[in-house]
């Protein structure tokens, strides 16, 4: 069972007045955006893809979710760098 938008367990924004709406839907290609729901959903489907396609579950994306929101330090931005510390603490915390 896949990990979908309606399985998150956060409250995002609708949308926020900064955001482009243009590129709404696409997430940004360097930033990890953790206000915007189709960006922070993406980003865990991808890191659970990393993982391996059984990870794509309702439980592994919530728990990743939990992870960005409450122990991913704010002062890490980029996308890439978000996926190794959440690897890495997958990886400390298993």
């Not at 590129?23 to 993406?42: F, I």
Request: aromatic share 8%; hydrophobic share 30%; charged share 30%.
């Amino acid at each position: 069972m896949a990990f979908t938008m309606s399985d998150m367990l956060y409250d995002y924004p609708s949308s926020n007045d900064w955001d482009n709406k243009r590129l709404r839907g696409h997430p940004d290609r360097d930033l990890l955006s953790r206000t915007e729901k189709y960006e922070v959903h993406d980003f865990i489907c991808r890191v659970l893809n990393d993982i391996g396609s059984t990870a794509l579950t309702p439980q592994n994306g919530q728990a990743v979710e939990r992870v960005i929101h409450k122990e991913l330090p704010e002062n890490i931005e980029s996308r890439s760098k978000a996926k190794e510390w959440i690897h890495d603490y997958i990886l400390k915390n298993s």
